[in-house]
Structures are given as structure tokens and as C-alpha cells.
């Protein structure tokens, strides 16, 4: 009888210590909570600079986009803290009705009656107040479903194609056909970097996972070159001079804005190539504008918060408490992480044009709600991870031969 209220105790005591959360400087929850709103700060600022001539050509106020930043960075601080407050493991399974619902929209954003075209992009819909993307919600549902499917499944499983390829492939391959014919082609890279990314961090071998790598680099290839404003973006970045009034003007304003910010910037606010210079300053290009006003400090700063992100994700990552919790970690760690670095990469000639905003500092209600929502849940895994009892591993199970 002592020896079952004994042991009853020790359970109680590990749930109450999972339960309770004591937060101090040095907690991953604390030190991932002050990067982000750091990057928040540096966006919305930013965006006040960026988009206030555009603004006020547009709308007469040089506050327009500002405004709407600040209500979607209001709504995203609503999902973060809900995302935070619920236990990660609550959400295994959702990506099985995520991914329909999320399908479902992408084929209403193609009806032309419902879907609206920006600079021949048809990827919004609009609710009145702002302006919807589902494509940015598909990221989201392709980490939760990835996790939930590989979670599932025992590592040496992974061993043979099937377990590796059904049903992770076909739930990409929709989403990717769908995003395609918006077409938005950088999202659709991104979507294979996270799928790529977690058949890596789930186990499969690398026999698997490069000849996957190779078709859909030749797939990328071959849309890159399929469309013609594409195969600009391919030739302005191998040589942005040979056409610097048309394909290689974003990369040409780009570097100039970079250049002439010199290493601190020629003051917050006194940007010239915001004056309509770079088209679209205060969204995909806002790290140009960033290098101009705060100089090479300033865009080292920000690169340094999201290397700082990437870390402490990748932290959480190998702390989560069970292999759902690894996985929806690193699936949302890969997924902000390589957002950042193509963005920064196409701002700084470094790699072609995609049309792929910065994470939680531009312009873009659905992409700043999504991510702080995605936040949230790694910060959930942090808090569990850090305060939880010790994480228990699944043993790998030997194979015939190694059991010989």
C-alpha cells in the first residue's frame, strides 16, 4: 500500500512540475518571446518608413499600411498566445483537416469571381477588411500533417519508399499543383524545403531523399524556365545589368539602396529609394530598405534575431518531449528559417527574385498571423520541453542483421 501511494506521489509531482512554467531570463520561452517581438518592433517601424510615400500617393495618409500592420500584428499576438496556452499534442491530427480545407480554399483563390490578382498573381481573398492568402496557411498544414504522419510510423519503417514517400508526396503535390497555378513558384519551393526537410529530420536515408531532391530540383528548373517572367527573374540575377530598366530593376535598386546605407545606415526614415525607387519596399524588399536607413548594422541585427531563432527552434527541437513535438519543432523552425534566408538571398542578389516576404517583419496580414500562430505552438514545445519531465526516447529497433 506505501509503495502505490509512494509511486502515486511521483506522478503527481511530474504532472504538477509539467503543468507549472517558472519563466526567467534564460528560458527558451523567454529568450525566444523577446526575438520575436524584436523582429515585430524592427518590422512595424520599418513598415512606417517604407510604405509612407507609397501611402500617401495611394491613400492620401502616410499611416495606411502602418495601420493595418499593427491590427494584424494585434491579431497575430491573439494566436500566439492561444497557440502558447494549449498543449502542443492537442493539435496532432488537425493537419488531416487542415489539409482539405486548406485545398479548398487555394481552388476558390483561381475563380476569378472570388480570387484577386495582384500584378498578375491571383493567391488573395478578400474579407472586407483585409485580404486572405491561403497559401501561407498550407505551410502550417504541411508541418502538422508531415509530423503527425511520421510521428506515427517507427523509424526503421523508413527503410523502405512507401513509408517515405505515401502519404507525405501526394499531400505535397497537391498543395504545390494548386499554388503553382496561381502561380506563386516560391511558395512552392518553400513547401518542398519543409517536406525535405522533415523526411530528414523523421529518419529516412539519404537513398531516399536525394533522388526526391533531384526530380523536384529539376521540376523547379524546368517551371522556372516554363514561363517567361520567370526566365527573366533566372537571367537578371545571373546578370542584372544586361536589362537594368526591366528584369534587373528590383535587383539593380536593391543593391544601390544596400550600398548606400554604408555601415549605419543614412538615418531611420531618410530612405531614398522608398520613393518609389523599389517597388513593393515595404513587403518583399523591406531588408533593402533596412540596409539604407540602419546600415550593415542593421541588417545584422535582424539576421542575428532569426540565426537566433533558427537555434533556439532547433533547441526546442531536440528537447520536445516526444517525437510529435521534434517534428512540429523543426518543421516550423525550417519553414521561418529558410523563408528568411530566401528573402534576404533574392534582396541581396544572392539568389533569383521569388516573391517571398521576410517572416514577422513584412507587410502581410496572413503571413504575420500564421507565423506568430506557428510560434506560439513552438513556444508551447519549449515550455514543455524545458519544464517537462525528461523527454523518453523510442528505441530503434534492430534489424535482422544487426541482431545477428
Not at 498566445?81 to 476558390?108: C, E, I, K, Q, S
Not at 545589368?241 to 538615418?267: C, K, N, R, T
Not at 516550423?332 to 517571398?356: F, K
Request: proline share 5%; with cysteine; net charge positive.
Amino acid at each position: 500500500m506505501a509503495t502505490t501511494s509512494s509511486a502515486f506521489e511521483v506522478r503527481r509531482a511530474r504532472s504538477n512540475r509539467a503543468g507549472s512554467t517558472t519563466l526567467h531570463l534564460g528560458h527558451p520561452v523567454v529568450l525566444l518571446t523577446m526575438a520575436i517581438v524584436a523582429l515585430l518592433v524592427v518590422g512595424v517601424v520599418m513598415i512606417l518608413s517604407a510604405s509612407s510615400v507609397q501611402s500617401f500617393a495611394s491613400y492620401g495618409s502616410s499611416f495606411v499600411f502602418f495601420k493595418k500592420q499593427l491590427f494584424s500584428i494585434g491579431l497575430g499576438l491573439a494566436a500566439f498566445a492561444f497557440f502558447y496556452r494549449v498543449d502542443y499534442r492537442r493539435w496532432n491530427g488537425l493537419g488531416y483537416l487542415m489539409l482539405p480545407a486548406v485545398a479548398a480554399l487555394l481552388l476558390l483563390v483561381l475563380i476569378p469571381s472570388i480570387g484577386v490578382t495582384v500584378g498578375g498573381s491571383q493567391r488573395w481573398i478578400p474579407l472586407g477588411f483585409t485580404d486572405f492568402q491561403p497559401s501561407e496557411v498550407a505551410k502550417f498544414a504541411l508541418v502538422l500533417f508531415a509530423a503527425d504522419v511520421f510521428s506515427r510510423k517507427d523509424e526503421s519503417t523508413f527503410c523502405h519508399f512507401s513509408h517515405t514517400a505515401v502519404p507525405m508526396l501526394p499531400a505535397f503535390g497537391v498543395l504545390a499543383t494548386l499554388i503553382m497555378m496561381q502561380p506563386d513558384l516560391g511558395t512552392t519551393m518553400l513547401l518542398a524545403f519543409i517536406a525535405m526537410g522533415l523526411l530528414f529530420v523523421a529518419g529516412a536515408p539519404f537513398r531516399h531523399i536525394v533522388p526526391i531532391g533531384l526530380v523536384g530540383a529539376g521540376l523547379s528548373v524546368l517551371a522556372g524556365l516554363a514561363a517567361p517572367y520567370r526566365r527573366e527573374r533566372i537571367m537578371a540575377f545571373m546578370d542584372p545589368w544586361a536589362d537594368p530598366l526591366e528584369s534587373g530593376y528590383h535587383a539593380i535598386q536593391s543593391m544601390i539602396a544596400l550600398g548606400s546605407g554604408g555601415f549605419f545606415g543614412v538615418g531611420l526614415g531618410a530612405s531614398r529609394q522608398k520613393w518609389s525607387y523599389i517597388p513593393n519596399a515595404h513587403t518583399d524588399f523591406i531588408y533593402a530598405i533596412i540596409g539604407e536607413e540602419l546600415g550593415f548594422l542593421g541588417t545584422l541585427v535582424v539576421l542575428g534575431l532569426f540565426s537566433f531563432l533558427a537555434y533556439m527552434g532547433i533547441r526546442t527541437a531536440r528537447k520536445a518531449p516526444d517525437r510529435f513535438g521534434l517534428l512540429v519543432a523543426s518543421g516550423i523552425t525550417i519553414w521561418i528559417a529558410l523563408q528568411a534566408l530566401v528573402n534576404i538571398g533574392a534582396v541581396t542578389s544572392s539568389l533569383p527574385i521569388t516573391g517571398v516576404p521576410l517572416p514577422l517583419v513584412s507587410f502581410g496580414g496572413t503571413s504575420l498571423v500564421i507565423s506568430l500562430a506557428a510560434m506560439g505552438v513552438l513556444l508551447n514545445i519549449a515550455k514543455q520541453g524545458e519544464d517537462g519531465p525528461p523527454p523518453r526516447r523510442r528505441k530503434r529497433r534492430r534489424g535482422p542483421a544487426r541482431a545477428r
